[in-house]
């Protein structure tokens, strides 16, 4: 494993993850217009049943997600603790979250038993077992290119879409309240990442993996916005 990096080294490394994160970032961010979905909502043609599919399918991924954190969480070495740590409650604060997106469907008209039994479309299924397989490497801090992304979609564009939403449909705000949620709350998601950087770990080599991993997860995410229906 490469050796921890000094804090002159990281007052170099962390603008330089950050500027090719915000690349990745902008990359992702442009493509999510070309998904089918989006750009249904972003014409006004976006109904209830897209809305209802889209709930049906983000709830299969999102109930698994503080499941992959933990697992990370336990492969973080103890010369990591504090990391650890903050992997942990980061899995604490995400893990009811499905919760939300259950409610939000059956307010909008569908059946709870049916997002609760709906599998994984094909772009979860892939998302899902990359999450798994990387956070079962040691010390996985290079998952927090993934967190990068993911928390990113909260904190930049699920006010928006959910705002979107809500006009289009004449929803109430509860009806959306996933994605208010996270628009108005994953802030302080981001500031876990910043301080996760400044633990002590990062090196050139942790900069390469973050920002591979970063570009996985995008891709990962965009198809399962792609495969909306598809099992």
């Given at each position: 494993?490469?050796?921890?990096?000094?804090?002159?080294?990281?007052?170099?490394?962390?603008?330089?993850?950050?500027?090719?994160?915000?690349?990745?970032?902008?990359?992702?961010?442009?493509?999510?217009?070309?998904?089918?979905?989006?750009?249904?909502?972003?014409?006004?043609?976006f109904r209830i049943e897209?809305?209802?599919?889209?709930?049906?399918?983000?709830?299969?991924?999102?109930?698994?997600?503080?499941?992959?954190?933990?697992?990370?969480?336990?492969?973080?070495?103890?010369?990591?603790?504090?990391?650890?740590?903050?992997?942990?409650?980061?899995?604490?604060?995400?893990?009811?979250?499905?919760?939300?997106?259950?409610?939000?469907?059956?307010?909008?008209?569908?059946?709870?038993?049916?997002?609760?039994?709906?599998?994984?479309?094909?772009?979860?299924?892939?998302?899902?077992?990359?999450?798994?397989?990387?956070?079962?490497?040691?010390?996985?801090?290079?998952?927090?290119?993934?967190?990068?992304?993911?928390?990113?979609?909260?904190?930049?564009?699920?006010?928006?879409?959910?705002?979107?939403?809500?006009?289009?449909?004449?929803?109430?705000?509860?009806?959306?309240?996933?994605?208010?949620?996270?628009?108005?709350?994953?802030?302080?998601?981001?500031?876990?990442?910043?301080?996760?950087?400044?633990?002590?770990?990062?090196?050139?080599?942790?900069?390469?993996?973050?920002?591979?991993?970063?570009?996985?997860?995008?891709?990962?995410?965009?198809?399962?916005?792609?495969?909306?229906?598809?099992?």
């Amino acid at each position: 494993m490469a050796t921890t990096a000094l804090n002159s080294d990281i007052d170099i490394l962390i603008p330089s993850l950050m500027r090719q994160l915000i690349q990745v970032w902008g990359d992702f961010d442009s493509s999510l217009n070309r998904v089918p979905i989006i750009d249904k909502l972003n014409r006004g043609k976006f109904r209830i049943e897209d809305y209802q599919l889209l709930l049906l399918n983000l709830r299969q991924q999102v109930v698994e997600g503080a499941c992959w954190i933990s697992r990370a969480a336990s492969n973080i070495s103890e010369a990591y603790f504090e990391l650890r740590s903050l992997f942990i409650q980061h899995a604490a604060t995400e893990h009811r979250d499905f919760k939300m997106l259950e409610e939000n469907y059956v307010s909008v008209g569908g059946i709870l038993s049916s997002i609760q039994s709906q599998p994984k479309n094909i772009g979860s299924e892939a998302f899902s077992a990359y999450m798994y397989h990387q956070a079962s490497r040691e010390n996985p801090f290079h998952l927090l290119g993934a967190m990068f992304i993911i928390e990113g979609l909260g904190n930049r564009k699920a006010l928006e879409l959910g705002e979107k939403i809500k006009e289009q449909l004449e929803l109430q705000p509860e009806q959306v309240s996933f994605l208010l949620y996270h628009g108005e709350n994953d802030e302080s998601h981001m500031e876990q990442f910043d301080e996760a950087l400044r633990s002590g770990f990062l090196t050139e080599e942790y900069v390469a993996r973050i920002v591979k991993t970063a570009k996985v997860t995008a891709r990962l995410y965009r198809l399962q916005l792609e495969e909306l229906g598809n099992y």
